[in-house]
């Protein structure tokens, strides 16, 4: 990672300013020798009493801890010495963690340390690990110079005061709930050091940029992202690769058969499936809409075979196979799509008609024929609303009413940046779906694990990663452009135009200085001059959806 990784595109990225690690079980670790004077529970008991934690403080010396001790416990205080000892000797630092935080370090955090320990086994500890690593702290706050420890309020007093920090822009780090706890309550954000990796994981996800993160995995992987299935069989798809291109317009990335005509799921037209796997009409019209190989003049005729293919209630079908008559409702919504966005929509009346049923009685609920779960339904049918301003008027309201009900429900990473997506477009940001996805995020910038399509007659399912990535990189751009405008918009309405002040030309220059996207709106004539109904126009125009073309 560089110093460009963090504080960078979101407003995520730049929440915090610095971290503080705990020093024991977290950066440095210790065991003892197979038999040890005292047995490790004991140890453990002794350094957890009242005793040690005054020693910890500094209020009491070495001899009189060990003579405390030795008296509770019914110990030899030689005893209690030497067992420290061997713990001490076998401390080890935790390269993997100062890497971390040498990176971290680089890229431009303030870096402390806060740890319970006394003035003894500090000296002890600060011998372990090197100048270099050492350097890397800002400060090492201990409790023996402190004269506090943790959990008690006063040491993150002590520490928020000599560093200046914002407690809601710092992270602690440490491998006890109770120090987590204290350092939650005053705002920090608490990670309990219990698995390492999920640790380092975490820490990427709240301190870096996780677009370009996301962005560097999919360049790394450059047309090499490949699908997987539920069985275990690895492959490239056009379609997959279709999809990446829609989500990145990048077509650097994807590998794909850049068809004359009709579109193929697979290359070769061949799989596992059948030996001969037909052409479709959901990747086609995908390939259509992404690709600029492919001329007008051969698009329309391509719609023209399309039509070919609707069953008896002139509802479009999945495949260029008459012998194979199936319906999907996301496959109909992606047909349409090409269809309105070249001016031909209204050849498929009845398609659109049963996407309104599907839409009005959530029959996409759980999930479609060949497409898992809700979200994706909602997602596709946001591109159909983005490109139709008559689908959008017939279906826009529903469809932020269906889009807001999916808030809360748990999803992998690509039901969360599906839904994320058709959030925006209906002008409103699911907070918690964001939240839930950027901590998804993998350590190599990816994400994964989440299945997104199937074969229709059989259980398996298929995934890749490059999608997943893609779409969750879309999703969290798609709030940071619409968070942008809310600002912009609110700006305007709360500065320009203070409601009941001004007259006509107020409100005229602040629609044509084209704040507002969405419908046109009517040029405002001298009979709005002193009628509420204009504001209650303006009003509604501030929660107009905005429509991002991709």
Known sequence: MTPTDVHNTSSHSNLYTAIIFDLGDVLFTWSLSSNPPLPEKLLRRILSCSHWFEYEKGNINEAEVYSRVAKDFLVDPAAVKDTLQV???????NTKMLEVIQELKEAGLMIYAMSNISAPSWEILERKATPSHWALFDHVFTSASAHQRKPNLGFFRHVIERTGIDPSRTILVDDKLENVLTARSFGMHGIIFDNESKVIKDLKNLCYDPVLRGKRFLTSHKKNLKTVTSNGIEFMDDYSQLIILLATGDDSLVDYVKSPGQFNVFPDGTLFTTEVYPNDLDTTAIGLTVTDHVDVGTKHKIMDEML???????????YFDHSRPRIDPVICINVLNLFYENGRGHELPETLDWVEQVLTHRAYISGTTYYIGADVFLFFLSRLLQTSAEVRRRLGS?????????????????????RIIAATVAGVIDERALKNLLSMQCEDGSWDNSWFWKWGMSSIMAKNDGVTTALAIWAIEEVQSLRKEQSETNGCTQNALPR???????IQSWLDRGTVRGPKIPQITEEWEYADCAWEMMESITTTPKLYLR
């Not at 009941?500 to 107020?506: E, K, L, R, S, V």
């Open 87 to 93: 713990a001490q000797d076998s401390l080890q630092s």
């Open 500 to 506: 009941n002040q001004g007259g006509i030309g107020h």
């Open 308 to 318: 070919e293919y609707r069953d008896s209630d002139a509802i479009i079908q999945v």
């Open 398 to 418: 529903i469809f932020k009413e269906r889009v807001i009900e999916r808030f809360g429900v748990e999803g992998d990473s690509l039901s969360l940046s599906a």
